[in-house]
């Protein structure tokens, strides 16, 4: 079991950033893979940005060179700073925790925390 808490929403005018915390319970050294996803209203959940156990990354076309996903393994806590915000990126993110255990693939999820980016 993996517990996941995020930190770091909120309200932020185009253009503008903000950073993105998850804290993970467990070591994320350990996890296959720690990723970010969003859900905006009406809209299915999406991967924005992963980082595997290895380090290897992984973005959304949409989030491309605008938001960066990293870690810090001393304090078991993955950021995504967004920068460029627009209205577009307003939604529920979450943090998810992927592990893999023989066949089976465990997935962790956090709370969520609202983006809200105005125009």
């Known amino acids: 079991q993996v517990q996941l808490v995020e930190s770091g929403g909120g309200l932020v005018q185009a253009g503008g950033s903000l950073r993105l915390s998850c804290a993970a319970s467990?070591?994320?050294?350990?996890?296959?893979?720690m990723g970010w996803y969003r859900q905006a209203p009406g809209k299915q959940r999406e991967l924005v940005a992963s980082?595997?156990?290895?380090?290897?990354?992984n973005y959304a076309d949409s989030v491309k060179g605008r938001f960066t996903i990293s870690r810090d393994s001393a304090k078991n806590t993955v950021y995504l700073q967004m920068n460029s915000l627009n209205a577009e990126d307003t939604a529920v993110y979450y943090c998810?925790?992927?592990?893999?255990?023989?066949?089976?693939?465990?997935?962790?999820w956090g709370q969520g925390t609202q983006v809200t980016v105005s125009s």
């Open positions: 467990a070591s994320i050294l350990s996890i296959n893979r």
């Open positions: 998810n925790a992927r592990t893999d255990r023989g066949w089976t693939t465990y997935d962790y």
């Open positions: 980082v595997t156990s290895v380090g290897s990354k």
